[in-house]
């Protein structure tokens, strides 16, 4: 979730009675045909988008200013590729967007909460460098012949006849027959011969092949260590530079998450690792790796590639509602918006599958070459956001609260219990937020999993707890700077005053509206047993 952007519309622009994005008759419908019938074309989206947006980083955004930009168009959570680029470069990067949260929050007055991470290079296989003397792509043409080696001299100088793999022991663990993706599948190769260093295959789909491109090969497991000597220097850096996110590749088990978790140690306990998941393996595991992860992302290039892209559709759906229920934040990427890596205008076809996407009930999506190496990234994340706000008003939250209900044990937690009655509130004064007071975050995660209509301001103490609620849909993080009071009743007012008055100001809250107010009945966390409605006054924007 975002803070409010100049691209968002304020809530006082509309009618006293009017709800943007609320779509009331198609929300409260009694079945799923009802409810895709009173969908309203005319009805305004939602002032505040609840899907969150991850961008990678790359030469497109190297900039200071840019990324200030991708901030205020709507980006939460900036991702490094560590496959690429050296550390040096990382950690100039990572300084550049300290600089530039440190820039927006000054421009809109409070510390803006933006959530860095880095994706590990893991058991990710790539490419080496084509030859200086056949330009930046080589054309492998379809029907001839090619040779993939891990021979080390060829590291530098891939050419149409050779190319260069960097997994050494790749030939010894390939069959004769095994077909070989190349950048994202453009290019199709299939083993005819194998040699102690090199494979002969026949080019079954030609294309141009650039520097250091993806390699990958369907249904085959290879042995090879989940992080290497490098992805080691790599995590030492994350916990060094204080990173939020890691984001752990190729992950087939709760196994890698936990060999993870014990190379970071006790200085990176408080990073959130992200699997990554992107074989049938991981998919069969999903359950396992849910209960090790603390999010989920779906990279559906090699994953389609894995399964076959028609299950896809299958897959995505499956491993979404199952992270929803275990209340592990899922985020999709891959594909999202390819047409605006040199467009300007996205295609039809992208929107819609963001739409899918946000209805299956992603909580964030991720663009990756569209904004870190491509030509528009600004009005990439700008058009992402707006996609996002028009296709949440279309998610029948009714159904999704009584479904996560359902499944709901009893009896359940006092947090658990406080959160339901949050949501049932919310949505029958139809409330325009629901203030989360928390300190470790977890009241306003378990809020987040009832997905209610409106956003939820999650107010902490602690700007690290602010940035990893990020990862959550729904969720406003907010942090509170100002020093406790004596009395605890004063204290939590003052807070609860604080978050009004900041929405007031955003636009996406208004004199009259139902605030729903979910809170402990003493300091510290753990302590959440309290839901109440509000509505706001003039002295609430004083």
Partial sequence: MVWPTEFDVKLDEYDAMDLPGQQLQSAQASTTLDHILNLNISAPAGCQRLTGIISFMGKSTYDVEVMQKMIAAGMNIALLNLSFGNKEEHMETIKNLREAVKNYSVKCGKKYPLAIGARLPGRKIRTGCIADTFGETVELKTGEVVRLTTDETYRDRCSNYTVYIDFMHFAEQMDKGNLVLLDNETIKLKVEMISATTLTCKIERGGFLGSYKDVFVPNVTFDMPNYSEHDKEYIDMAIHMQLDILVASFVNSSNTITELRLLMGEKGKKIAIVANIQTIQGFHNFDDILSAASGIMITRQE????????????????????????????????????????NSI????????????????????????????????????????????????????????????????????????????????????????????????????????????????????????????????????????????????????????????????????????????????????????????????ADTAN
């Fill in 303 to 342: 994953l389609g590639s894995d399964i076959t892209p028609k299950k896809l559709v299958i897959a995505q759906k499956n491993m979404i509602a199952r992270a929803n229920m275990a209340n592990i934040p899922i985020c999709v990427s891959a594909h999202l918006l390819s047409s605006m890596r040199h």
């Fill in 346 to 537: 996205p295609l039809r076809a992208e929107l819609l599958d963001i739409a899918n996407c946000i209805l299956d009930g992603a909580d964030a999506l991720v663009l990756s070459a569209e904004t870190a190496v491509g030509d528009y990234p600004v009005d990439t994340v700008e058009c992402m956001a707006t996609t996002c706000k028009e296709a949440e008003a279309c998610v029948w939250t009714k159904q999704v609260f009584h479904d996560m209900f359902d499944k709901t044990p009893q009896p359940c937690d006092q947090a658990t219990g406080t959160a339901l009655a949050a949501v049932i509130a919310a949505q029958r004064c139809l409330a325009a937020v629901i203030v989360v007071i928390t300190t470790s975050g977890k009241s306003a995660q378990i809020v987040a999993k009832y997905r209610p209509r409106c956003p939820i301001i999650a107010l902490t103490r602690y700007a690290a707890i602010a940035r990893s609620l990020h990862m959550w849909r729904g969720i406003i993080p907010l942090i509170y700077e100002a020093g406790p009071a004596v009395d605890w009743q004063m204290d939590l007012e003052n807070r609860v005053h604080f978050c009004t008055k900041w929405a007031m100001e955003q636009g996406f809250l208004r004199i009259g509206d139902a605030v729903v107010v979910v809170s402990g009945w003493r300091q510290g966390s753990g302590f959440t047993n309290t839901t109440r409605i509000i509505y706001t006054t």
